[in-house]
Nanobody
Framework: QVQLVESGGGLVQPGGSLRLSCAAS????????MGWYRQAPGKERELVAH????????NDADSVKGRFTISRDNAKNTLYLQMNSLKPEDTAVYYC????????WGRGTQVTVSS
């Protein structure tokens, strides 16, 4: 059974940092291009960043370029998102999935940026 479990979210002040993790099980994680997605209240889910099987990351959302870094550890079946210089508009539920997304979605992790 495929399972994606996101963690690391929380409440942070503007300008702060968080590191999200996504633990994958039941799937050959190392064979997939993976992505971080987010969904803000009242908005559609969007792709934030993705990373190739070999570890080449790319930010897909213009708003996060220069602030977010995606990485992966294939030995641990884990995906990461380092988020720096957080802004209130980064507030959303963050999810991981393949890119394009074809696995069952996890529950996500809430990130709230507020003073």
């Amino acid at each position: 059974q495929v399972q994606l479990v996101e963690s690391g979210g929380g409440l942070v002040q503007p300008g702060g940092s968080l590191r999200l993790s996504c633990a994958a099980s039941g799937t050959p994680f190392s064979l997939y291009t993976m992505g971080w997605y987010r969904q803000a209240p009242g908005k559609e889910r969007e792709l934030v960043a993705h990373i190739s099987t070999g570890g080449r990351g790319l930010n897909d959302a213009d708003s996060v370029k220069g602030r977010f870094t995606i990485s992966r550890d294939n030995a641990k079946n884990t995906l990461y998102l380092q988020m720096n210089s957080l802004k209130p508009e980064d507030t959303a539920v963050y999810y991981c999935n393949t890119r394009p997304a074809f696995l069952s979605w996890g529950r996500g992790t809430q990130v709230t940026v507020s003073s």
